[in-house]
């Protein structure tokens, strides 16, 4: 009966869908399971007797031994999720739903088994396959995090949108009233936008807003909040920047929009861009009143023949 019952036990391991690995006190591997097998490549006479860390030199030893040990200290098992350690041991993913991900993502549980004495003689390893739970969860994350970004940025530009840039702007005012924090304002706009529509169809002027864009992202810092003010305006907060250090800067934007050349349809194609600078100070009472002094000081710029910078006196 003793037999009978082993023998069906056996097949039990051996048929379900999950890696099933038996270690000795020194990590030698003593049994394995059909999903080892199948999933490594190795059957259980290549591995017997053999040190798990040398068929699995991708388990990190000193790691493994520290769980293991409490496991058997403690006579209590332990687990281990994909989010915190995606794989235990690396197999490739085979599932075709999932072929997407290069490895499969695993779940482990560190089993105590004890003996007659109830002294810890093996440790039981059981793999489990999440690659499933583990790709639907990092798809979704990714759509989430997708939908954020739509919600943030302009579509065309891909910088932030009015309302993000606007809650940018409150940030910083709100930053220089507690911190008395230097803050600059850029305010760009691109010359005679309205006529280059007309001669040269949107196409052409959906791609000057893209290139000014793209030269903000390029001359700009990480931390400098852009945005799409307006159709054809954008706006650059400048945190920690003095009013001569925003004009510098407006002034290196203005000369690299000048020597761009675009090509629309075979044409060569030029542009330029008037830009308006303002510095936050104590007479500013509101975020309103500082993105008037940039619009004043960008009027000015206007007035003064385009492709140029003012700041506001």
Request: aromatic share 8%.
């Amino acid at each position: 009966m003793e037999l009978n019952e082993l023998h069906w036990m056996l097949d039990i391991l051996q048929s379900i869908d999950v890696g099933v690995v038996v270690l000795d006190r020194e990590y030698r591997i003593e049994m394995w399971n059909s999903f080892m097998e199948s999933h490594s490549g190795l059957e259980p006479e290549e591995v017997q007797g053999q040190s798990v860390f040398r068929i699995f030199p991708e388990i990190e030893e000193a790691w493994f031994r520290n769980k293991a040990e409490t496991v058997a200290t403690l006579g209590t098992r332990t687990f281990t999720i994909w989010e915190q350690r995606p794989y235990l041991v690396r197999f490739k993913n085979y599932q075709p739903i999932t072929g997407q991900e290069d490895f499969m993502y695993q779940n482990t549980t560190i089993i105590p088994i004890k003996d007659a004495t109830g002294k810890v003689g093996h440790i039981c390893v059981v793999i489990y396959d999440v690659t499933h739970v583990a790709s639907n969860k990092k798809q979704l994350q990714n759509v989430t995090a997708r939908l954020h970004q739509l919600t943030r940025t302009d579509a065309l530009s891909g910088l932030l949108n009015r309302a993000h840039w606007d809650k940018s702007l409150e940030q910083e005012f709100a930053r220089h009233q507690r911190y008395q924090r230097q803050l600059s304002l850029l305010l760009l706009d691109i010359d005679e936008f309205k006529v280059f529509n007309s001669q040269y169809e949107h196409a052409a002027g959906d791609l000057l807003l893209r290139s000014l864009a793209d030269l903000l992202g390029q001359h700009v810092r990480n931390l400098d909040p852009s945005g799409r003010y307006a159709a054809d305006q954008f706006a650059v907060l400048l945190p920690d920047t003095a009013v001569e250090g925003a004009r510098q800067l407006a002034e290196r934007l203005r000369d690299a929009v000048s020597q761009q050349v675009l090509l629309h349809d075979g044409q060569a194609v030029r542009y330029s861009v008037s830009i308006g600078v303002a510095e936050l100070d104590a007479n500013c009472l509101n975020p309103r009143q500082f993105c008037e002094r940039a619009e004043q000081a960008l009027a000015r710029a206007k007035q003064a023949g385009r492709n140029c910078v003012v700041a506001y006196a």
